[in-house]
């Protein structure tokens, strides 16, 4: 979960979006996740496959590129001129 939520704005977007209901303020919901695995253990990691595919196709250009491309230039429907 550590992965999932690292900055405010991300715990902003998952509440945006409903994936997360969060009833404290964002850099509280920051650091409850930062800390929620310590003095925790655990045998098996079961999204370990996932997050490695997720962190390869994130390192990618294309998805960098597009993301870039998308925010630049299709954010708002009004042409820049």
């Given amino acids: 979960m ?28 920051v ?8 003095n925790t253990c655990y045998n098996e990691y079961y999204y370990q496959s996932l997050s490695r595919d997720v962190r390869r196709y994130c390192q990618r250009r294309w998805p960098r590129w597009r993301a870039a491309l998308v925010h630049n230039y299709f954010n708002t429907p009004w042409p820049r001129g």
């Fill in 2 to 29: 550590d992965n999932l939520i690292n900055t405010a704005k991300d715990a902003d977007i998952l509440g945006k979006n409903e994936i997360l209901d969060n009833w404290l303020n964002p850099q509280d919901a």
């Fill in 31 to 38: 650091q409850l996740f930062k800390n929620l695995h310590h």
